[in-house]
């Protein structure tokens, strides 16, 4: 069955530093997107993207995120420079169309330390 | 601001009962609605969906969902142990193409043998 690949699985940074953290959608989705989740709290989400550009992004995500789909496969987010707060686990994911509703799969996360 | 509320537990079980899974959602145009298991450490997994009022089942999942009310709840029939999770209560509220997510804090299920 065809999933959401990420890497890397874990990273750890120093603040300031900047990281960037790959997805590898299902092949023939159209629609993706960064979640994180904070431990102990909710899933977020923090930005959608489509036809190589966003189409919304929340409060979070500001001018230290980027997200980028350099190639036909892989979808990436940057964080500039990274926070202590940035700390979290960081989940793509992808859907097929971008009727309301469609399900989105999700990958297995990264896990992104800032010391 | 919209809000997806479940009680976060822990729910306590025993094997072989029924878990009853309950969120509120305040955004009345929401049309889509999911439940997601997370294992601890690990990513959502989707486990139902629903879109009309009613009732909707798959094996030993049913979701029920109430517009009217905005009440969303998920029943697992024969809870097993590797039913213990975090169950997710998501809604997607607007029509717009790469709609977003937005998720519940999660309830803690935990079937005791």
């Known amino acids: 069955e065809p999933e959401v690949t990420q890497t890397p699985s874990h990273q750890v940074t120093q603040m300031g530093q900047e990281v960037i953290l790959r997805c590898v959608p299902i092949?023939?989705?159209?629609?993706f997107y960064w979640y994180r989740q904070i431990l102990g709290q909710k899933v977020e989400f923090l930005v959608s993207?489509?036809?190589?550009?966003?189409?919304?992004k929340s409060e979070i995500f500001d001018d230290q995120f980027s997200v980028e789909r350099p190639d036909g496969s892989n979808f990436t987010l940057k964080i500039r420079s990274t926070k202590l707060e940035d700390s979290a686990m960081y989940f793509c994911?992808?859907?097929?169309?971008?009727?309301?509703?469609?399900?989105?799969?999700f990958g297995p996360g990264t896990r992104l330390l800032v010391l | 601001q919209k809000e997806v509320e479940q009680n976060s537990g822990p729910l306590s079980v025993p094997e072989g009962a029924i878990a009853s899974l309950n969120c509120t959602y305040s955004?009345?145009?929401?049309?889509?609605f999911f439940w997601y298991r997370q294992y601890s450490g690990k990513s959502p997994e989707l486990i139902m969906s629903?879109?009309?009022?009613g009732d909707k089942e798959d094996g030993r999942f049913t979701a029920q969902l109430n517009k009217a009310s905005q009440y969303v709840s998920l029943l697992i029939r024969d809870s097993q142990p590797s039913d213990s999770a975090t169950y997710l209560c998501?809604?997607?509220?607007?029509?717009?193409?790469?709609?977003?997510?937005?998720f519940g804090s999660g309830t803690r299920l935990s079937i005791r043998p």
């Open positions: 994911a992808s859907s097929s169309s971008g009727i309301a509703g469609e399900t989105q799969y």
């Open positions: 092949s023939n989705h159209l629609y």
């Open positions: 993207f489509y036809n190589n550009e966003i189409s919304e």
């Open positions: 955004d009345r145009v929401s049309q889509s």
């Open positions: 629903i879109y009309s009022n």
């Open positions: 998501a809604v997607i509220a607007g029509y717009s193409s790469a709609s977003k997510i937005i």
